[in-house]
């Protein structure tokens, strides 16, 4: 069972580069730790359009799941969900469990009964028909869960504490569920002393003897003044955790001895998030 | 006149989450700062049908730029210039200057002048009909240049030191003067001591003031320890630095003052590249 998911980053601050999408590989990381595959990233602007047909593009390709994150606060650019609305053909609403989750967030910041719920403050609570509230445990915005066709789509805050906490409350199970128990197994190895022409074919090679195991190179080193190397990335989904080790583990040990007859360096290593 | 730039990230590793997608918030970045609007970013794996089928998407956007980043090494998962070739029709075959440009790169690293071009070697050269080599000045994979109607596609390696070389030495230029010498000014303000609700309608009411100016609230500092706060940015494009600096400069001024009449605390800050 493969369990797919597309994410859709929505902000003019990612595509005016002031702002890097660690959302986006947090998200990403977290799905596959739960087994999913993400297949798309998208990245638009907080212009209505430009939201609306990166959803309707989005369900066309029927993911599993549609995570889209941003857009959701008080502010007049703040306009997801009125995307969202639009590319499913649903108006907004002020759904009242919302407004009583926005509501129960101010008397806890400000600890006091009575909350005046301004426009902004009530936009936040205006969600497409049909669509289910969800509790934001660290923030003001709720975030949204709508169902269409096979598709479940959460609209997630931007703000990465609220986006994270929310995917560990709302999601992470659902699509741990969804991917039928299937774990995410990898490992990585730091090659020096061989050129990435020399190793594709070594790859290749390797690749046919473990087939469901991933190997990917990636150059680096000549930015951070270290000296140029290779990082292998070793990896596969797999029903259970052991053959999955098993799988990963033989394609280590496999590629190890090709590297080393040709004598290049090999070792274990923790690749960093960064490329 | 708006040059319009589209970016397609190709890399099963920005998928799965172990790498954050750097090279499109510097790209995004520099575009932004030549004059050009990134309007969209989107990343799909290293699978030809995918990637054929972003670049047919994106193409039908008709952006005036197409710059992919990834995908163009020596091994096989090295898919993207194939799947550019797919999605326009078009076969790869190997381009003499392009065989020259990595002759020169293994001659200098070999401090040689016979090179074995091994297939994974000869492959980099191996480019769609039509298509012109781009000097690589740090890596050895050629980059691409391709046009198809108004869009021109370039076809960057994901290494970032060797997109970046790219970028500056082939590209940059070429999105200045398709910008028309528009230039992107911005500022950042730091605002503590009120809610992003209450902030809403001020921006608004200071964004009607100043037409161009565009106003986005950054929510900050939760995360980090830090005491909560709000980052507000104020961007503009123009054709004079002068008026954009007249538009942001007033857009500013205004804003500090009706922040301080509600009595929040207001600083200029430099906001980092991280959300």
């Known amino acids: 069972m493969r369990c797919t998911v597309e994410m859709l980053s929505i902000g003019n601050e990612l595509l005016l580069g002031n ?3 660690t959302n986006a ?3 990403a990381s977290q799905v596959t730790s739960a087994g999913g595959t993400v297949t798309r990233i998208t990245t638009v602007a907080d212009k209505l359009n ?20 941003g857009g959701i606060g008080p502010t007049f650019d703040d306009m997801s969900l009125q995307g969202v609305g639009r590319a499913l053909g649903r108006r907004l609403k002020v759904d009242t469990d919302a407004v009583e989750m926005i509501r129960a967030h101010y008397r806890r910041r400000f600890n006091r009964e009575f909350i005046r719920l301004t426009k902004p403050r009530l936009k936040m609570a205006r969600i497409p028909s049909g669509a289910t509230p969800i509790q934001n445990p660290v923030g003001t915005a709720p975030a949204v ?3 269409v066709g096979r598709t479940r789509i959460f609209c997630l805050p931007g703000v990465p504490s609220e986006a994270k906490a929310i995917f560990r409350t709302s999601i992470s199970d659902a699509i741990r569920v969804a991917a039928g128990g299937k774990t995410f197994t990898e490992k990585w190895l730091r090659v020096s002393g061989i050129m990435e022409s020399v ?3 070594i790859i290749d090679r ?3 003897h473990w087939p469901g195991v991933y190997i990917k190179s990636h150059p680096r080193g000549v930015e951070a003044g270290v000296r140029p190397h290779i990082e292998l990335h070793f990896s596969t989904f797999s029903t259970t955790p052991k053959s999955a080790r098993r799988a990963v ?8 001895e090709r590297l080393r007859i040709r004598g290049a360096k090999v070792s274990l290593a923790h690749a960093g998030l960064s490329s």
């Open 206 to 208: 390797t690749m046919r």
């Open 50 to 69: 430009e939201i609306a047909g990166a959803v309707k593009e989005a369900l066309r390709r029927k993911p599993d799941f549609l995570i889209t994150t």
């Open 199 to 201: 190793l594709a074919p």
């Open 19 to 21: 702002t890097v999408n």
């Open 25 to 27: 590989s947090w998200l």
């Open 249 to 256: 583990g033989g394609a280590v040990s496999e590629m190890k």
């Open 145 to 147: 869960l709508l169902k």
